[in-house]
C-alpha cells in the first residue's frame, strides 16, 4: 500500500514510458541469445560494483536504500554466499523503534556527528575544565573515526571520490566522507561543496530517478550547510596554520563565499537542505559569510538574512517551521506558526553572530524565553515534531 503523504517524488512520464519500453520490450530480446550474453555481462558489472561497495562500507553501505538492494543482489546472486551472510547483521543498524512502530532511519547513526557538535556545545560553556574527562574522551573518539584511507583500485574506474583524511557521518566502518564532518576534498567549480563527491553528472538524469520518496539524488549536489561548514573549518585551520596551501586556501574561502551570495533567494532567505529548513539554511549561510570575513555593515547578504530572520519572529518569541517547509520549496516561514526549540535555537545562533546584540537584543531576549520557559527538570529539552 502506498501512502499519498509518501509520494513525494512522482514519476515523471518519461519514466513510465522507459521502464515500459524496457519491460516490453528490451526485456524479451536480453532473455535470448545473443542478447542474453550482453544482459550476463552487463549484470557482472553491476555485481562487481555492488561488492566493491559492500566491502568498503563494511556492509552497512551509504544509506538503507541500496542497502536493502545491494543485500538482494547477493542473495540473488548465491544465497549461500558470504556476501550475503555479512549484510544480516548490519541490517539493525538501520532499524529502531518509534512511539507508533518500527522504522528504518535514513543513515546507520549520525555518531560523528552529535559528537562534534556536543563538544562544541561544552566548551561554548566555558566549561572545558569541569568536563575535562568528557571532551578528552569525546576527542579520542573524533580521531579514532577518522578515515585513514582511501577505497583501493582506480577510483575513477569505481565512481569513487578521495576519502583519506575525512570524517564520515556516522562511523568509520561506514566510510563515506562526508564534506561539512571534512571540509576541502568536495569543492565544485562553483565553488559550493556537495556531500559525499563532485557532481558528476548532468541534472537531467533525475529524470529517471526511480525512487517515490527522494527527489534529486540520482547526482550530487554543492549545498550551503555543506559551504558554510567547509568555509568555517578552513578558516580555523588557517588560523592554526596560516602558511599551509594558504593561496589556495584563500582562493576557496573566497569562492565558497561567492557561492552562498549567489544561492540566497531574494527574500534573504537560504533553502536548508539537511534541515527544516529556512532558519538552518539561514544560519549556515551567515556562518559561513562572517567565517570567510564578512560583517553585517560590509555585506548586503547577511543584512537581508537578518532582516528575513526578524520579519519571521513570532510575535510571542522564537521561531517556528514545519517539514512542508522541506517538501515544499517554495514555501516560506508563516508568522501563524508556532515557535519550535530547534528553530529558535538555529536563528538565534545566525543573529548573535551578526551581531543582533549589540543593533537591538530585544529579538534575542524574547527567543531566549521560550528556550528557558522548555527546559524541563532534568535539564533537557522537549522533543518536538
Given at each position: 500500500?502506498?501512502?499519498?503523504?509518501?509520494?513525494?517524488?512522482?514519476?515523471?512520464?518519461?519514466?513510465?514510458v522507459?521502464?515500459?519500453?524496457?519491460?516490453?520490450?528490451?526485456?524479451?530480446?536480453?532473455?535470448?541469445?545473443?542478447?542474453?550474453?550482453?544482459?550476463?555481462k552487463?549484470?557482472?558489472?553491476?555485481?562487481?560494483?555492488?561488492?566493491?561497495?559492500?566491502?568498503?562500507?563494511?556492509?552497512?553501505?551509504?544509506?538503507?536504500?541500496?542497502?536493502?538492494l545491494?543485500?538482494?543482489?547477493?542473495?540473488?546472486?548465491?544465497?549461500?554466499?558470504?556476501?550475503?551472510?555479512?549484510?544480516?547483521?548490519?541490517?539493525?543498524?538501520?532499524?529502531?523503534?518509534?512511539?507508533?512502530?518500527?522504522?528504518?532511519?535514513?543513515?546507520?547513526?549520525?555518531?560523528?556527528?552529535?559528537?562534534?557538535?556536543?563538544?562544541?556545545?561544552?566548551?561554548?560553556?566555558?566549561?572545558?575544565?569541569?568536563?575535562g574527562?568528557?571532551?578528552?574522551k569525546?576527542h579520542?573518539?573524533?580521531?579514532?573515526?577518522?578515515?585513514?584511507?582511501d577505497?583501493?583500485?582506480?577510483?575513477?574506474?569505481?565512481?569513487?571520490?578521495?576519502?583519506?583524511?575525512?570524517?564520515?557521518?556516522?562511523?568509520?566502518?561506514?566510510?563515506?566522507?562526508?564534506?561539512?564532518?571534512?571540509?576541502?576534498?568536495?569543492?565544485?567549480a562553483?565553488?559550493?561543496?556537495?556531500?559525499?563527491?563532485?557532481?558528476?553528472?548532468c541534472?537531467?538524469?533525475?529524470?529517471?530517478?526511480?525512487?517515490?520518496?527522494?527527489?534529486?539524488?540520482?547526482?550530487?549536489?554543492?549545498?550551503?550547510?555543506?559551504?558554510?561548514a567547509?568555509?568555517?573549518?578552513?578558516?580555523?585551520?588557517?588560523?592554526?596554520?596560516?602558511?599551509?596551501?594558504?593561496?589556495?586556501?584563500?582562493?576557496?574561502?573566497?569562492?565558497?563565499?561567492?557561492?552562498?551570495?549567489?544561492?540566497?533567494?531574494?527574500?534573504?532567505?537560504?533553502?536548508?537542505?539537511?534541515?527544516?529548513?529556512?532558519?538552518?539554511?539561514?544560519?549556515?549561510?551567515?556562518?559561513?559569510?562572517?567565517?570567510?570575513?564578512?560583517?553585517?555593515?560590509?555585506?548586503?547578504?547577511?543584512?537581508?538574512?537578518?532582516d528575513?530572520?526578524?520579519?519571521?519572529?513570532?510575535?510571542?518569541?522564537?521561531?517556528?517551521?514545519?517539514?512542508?517547509?522541506?517538501?515544499?520549496?517554495?514555501?516560506?516561514?508563516?508568522?501563524?506558526?508556532?515557535?519550535?526549540?530547534?528553530?529558535?535555537?538555529?536563528?538565534?545562533?545566525?543573529?548573535?553572530?551578526?551581531?543582533?546584540?549589540?543593533?537591538?537584543?530585544?529579538?534575542?531576549?524574547?527567543?531566549?524565553?521560550?528556550?528557558?520557559?522548555?527546559?524541563?527538570?532534568?535539564?533537557?529539552?522537549?522533543?518536538?515534531?
Open positions: 500500500m502506498k501512502l499519498e503523504e509518501d509520494l513525494y517524488y512522482p514519476h515523471p512520464l518519461v519514466q513510465d522507459l521502464w515500459a519500453s524496457l519491460h516490453k520490450v528490451v526485456e524479451p530480446i536480453l532473455v535470448h541469445w545473443p542478447g542474453s550474453k550482453l544482459r550476463e552487463a549484470l557482472c558489472t553491476v555485481m562487481q560494483h555492488v561488492h566493491y561497495e559492500d566491502e568498503n562500507a563494511r556492509y552497512i553501505c551509504i544509506g538503507p536504500v541500496n542497502k536493502v545491494n543485500m538482494l543482489c547477493c542473495w540473488i546472486e548465491d544465497p549461500n554466499s558470504e556476501a550475503f551472510k555479512l549484510h544480516i547483521p548490519r541490517i539493525f543498524y538501520y532499524l529502531w523503534i518509534a512511539e507508533d512502530s518500527m522504522k528504518m532511519q535514513g543513515y546507520n547513526g549520525s555518531q560523528l556527528w552529535d559528537t562534534s557538535f556536543a563538544v562544541q556545545a561544552i566548551i561554548s560553556t566555558n566549561l572545558g575544565k569541569e568536563c574527562p568528557t571532551l578528552r569525546a579520542e573518539f573524533i580521531k579514532k573515526f577518522s578515515v585513514l584511507d577505497c583501493p583500485g582506480d577510483l575513477n574506474f569505481w565512481h569513487r571520490h578521495i576519502s583519506k583524511g575525512a570524517w564520515p557521518f556516522s562511523t568509520a566502518d561506514h566510510g563515506w566522507p562526508i564534506s561539512d564532518c571534512a571540509a576541502e576534498g568536495l569543492k565544485n562553483d565553488g559550493g561543496f556537495t556531500t559525499y563527491e563532485l557532481t558528476r553528472s541534472r537531467w538524469l533525475e529524470l529517471i530517478n526511480p525512487a517515490e520518496t527522494f527527489g534529486d539524488i540520482v547526482i550530487d549536489y554543492p549545498y550551503v550547510e555543506c559551504t558554510s567547509a568555509i568555517q573549518a578552513l578558516t580555523s585551520f588557517k588560523k592554526l596554520y596560516p602558511e599551509h596551501r594558504r593561496h589556495e586556501i584563500e582562493n576557496c574561502i573566497s569562492k565558497a563565499a561567492k557561492f552562498i551570495k549567489d544561492t540566497q533567494a531574494p527574500d534573504g532567505s537560504w533553502y536548508g537542505s539537511w534541515g527544516v529548513c529556512f532558519t538552518y539554511g539561514g544560519w549556515f549561510g551567515i556562518k559561513g559569510l562572517i567565517a570567510s570575513g564578512k560583517t553585517y555593515s560590509n555585506c548586503p547578504c547577511i543584512r537581508k538574512a537578518c528575513y530572520l526578524l520579519s519571521k519572529e513570532l510575535a510571542s518569541g522564537g521561531w517556528g517551521e514545519s517539514s512542508v517547509m522541506s517538501e515544499q520549496e517554495h514555501t516560506r516561514i508563516s508568522p501563524g506558526d508556532k515557535p519550535h526549540i530547534v528553530n529558535t535555537a538555529w536563528a538565534m545562533l545566525a543573529l548573535i553572530d551578526a551581531g543582533q546584540a549589540e543593533r537591538d537584543p530585544n529579538p534575542l531576549h524574547r527567543a531566549a524565553m521560550i528556550l528557558l520557559n522548555s527546559q524541563m527538570k532534568i535539564g533537557d529539552f522537549p522533543q518536538e515534531v
